[in-house]
Structure formats: structure tokens, C-alpha cells
């Protein structure tokens, strides 16, 4: 079936260090790919997202690029904030393989934690 | 403009009762989703309402039901408490009944089963 894979965290990194968090995908067909984030005690946040292959989502200084060659939508941004420390959830949404219907897969999450 | 809301915040409840949990959708969507959040994992998909039927499931058991009203808004029916349904319970909502649309999240309630 669907699935998404993001790296284990914690990433721990310094104000103003460059960001990576990679998610790979297995999906049937083309989905769309999502970032969202969460904010201690908060629900999830839309961050940014991609519905096609070679689009580019962006939002607040955060990027990913839909790459359907390697299935994946690494998520990177320059300069991290002390701000920025959150937890980071990949997520699809495509077809099931098995019953056709749209169904919401998230990763299992990345928490990053930035240091001033 | 009024985001998605959910309510309560917080609830405790003991193995084997029944727990509701509401929601209302974001100004202008018609299309609600639940999702279980268990501690330190991803959103789990529980079902989908559109229309005021359940339209698409995930795998959860049938103790776990639900209701859209007219106005859009949705609860969340969970029977026969079990200690592995304390979770963080995330209602989402979108637009014209389909999971390919943006979902924006409510802050959850987070379930406490002793």
C-alpha cells in the first residue's frame, strides 16, 4: 500500500544551520505530497505542499521539491530559527492500490529542535 | 475567519465508556476527517465525512463511529474505551469531499483512557 518514510529525529541544529529532513514515498499513481508541522500542545499546520512531479512547494523560507524519479520530498530551508523547532510530518494523498479511494498517509514525524 | 475548532480540549475517561468528541470545519468547507494521534507517531486517517455520510474509512473498528450535521460540523463516537484509544484525536477539514484537497487541522483533543 501507501506509505511514507521521514527520517528519525531528533535533528538538533544551531540558529542559522541549514535544514534537511528527508521523506521518501511508495505511492500508486501520482499523489499529492504535503508538509505540515506542529507546534508543542498545538494541532498540525500546513507548511507547504506539491501536486505534480517537478513542483516546488515553498512557505516561510521552508522548500521541497517533488522528485517522482527517487519518490521523494526532502524538506530544507537556509537558515533555521529557534522558532522552527517543531515537529515536521510528511504526508500523501493518493489512491489506495487496493479500493481506488483518496486516503491521507503521514509520516511518523521529525522533530527539530534549533539552538540560539 | 473562524479556523477549525474542537472540543473539549482535554478528557479522562475509564476502560469500557463511550467518549464524544466534536468539531467544526473551517468557514466555507463541507468536508470533515478524523485522525487518531497516538504519542509520537503520525496521524492515524479514521474516517471521512461529506454530505453527512461516512465516506471513506480507515482501519479502525467499528466501535468507532460518527455524524456530520447540516451545518457541516462532525463528531467523533468512540464505544467500549480501550487504554490503546488514549491519543490525541485531530479533526480536519476541506473542501468538496475529497482527500486530494488541502485538510486544515483543529487543535485536538487529547483522550485519556485509565
Known amino acids: 500500500g501507501n506509505s511514507v518514510t521521514q527520517m528519525e529525529g531528533p535533528v538538533t541544529l544551531s540558529e542559522e544551520a541549514f535544514l534537511t529532513i528527508n521523506c521518501t514515498y511508495t505511492?500508486?499513481?501520482?499523489?499529492?505530497l504535503f508538509w505540515y508541522v506542529q507546534y508543542p500542545g498545538e494541532g498540525l499546520q500546513l507548511l507547504l505542499k506539491a501536486t505534480k512531479a517537478d513542483d516546488k512547494g515553498s512557505n516561510k523560507g521552508f522548500e521541497a521539491t517533488y522528485r517522482k524519479e527517487t519518490t521523494s520530498f526532502h524538506l530544507e530551508k537556509g537558515s533555521v530559527q529557534v522558532s522552527d523547532s517543531a515537529v515536521y510530518f510528511c504526508a500523501l494523498s493518493g489512491p489506495s492500490p487496493t479500493s481506488g479511494t483518496y486516503k491521507y498517509i503521514f509520516g511518523t514525524g521529525t522533530r527539530l529542535k534549533v539552538l540560539a | 475567519d473562524a479556523g477549525v475548532t474542537q472540543s473539549p480540549t482535554h478528557l479522562i475517561k475509564t476502560r469500557g465508556q463511550q467518549v464524544t468528541l466534536r468539531c467544526s470545519p473551517k468557514?466555507?468547507?463541507?468536508?470533515v476527517s478524523w485522525y487518531q494521534q497516538a504519542l509520537g507517531q503520525g496521524p492515524q486517517f479514521i474516517f471521512q465525512y461529506y454530505e453527512e455520510e461516512e465516506r471513506q474509512r480507515g482501519n479502525f473498528p467499528d466501535r468507532f463511529s460518527g455524524h456530520q450535521f447540516p451545518n457541516y460540523s462532525s463528531e467523533l463516537n468512540v464505544n467500549a474505551l480501550l487504554l490503546g484509544d488514549s491519543a490525541l484525536y485531530l479533526c480536519?477539514?476541506?473542501?468538496?469531499?475529497?482527500?486530494?484537497?488541502?485538510?486544515?487541522f483543529g487543535p485536538g483533543t487529547r483522550l485519556t483512557v485509565l
Open positions: 468557514s466555507g468547507h463541507d468536508t
Open positions: 505511492a500508486t499513481g501520482y499523489p499529492s
Open positions: 480536519a477539514s476541506s473542501v468538496s469531499g475529497g482527500l486530494t484537497d488541502t485538510q486544515y
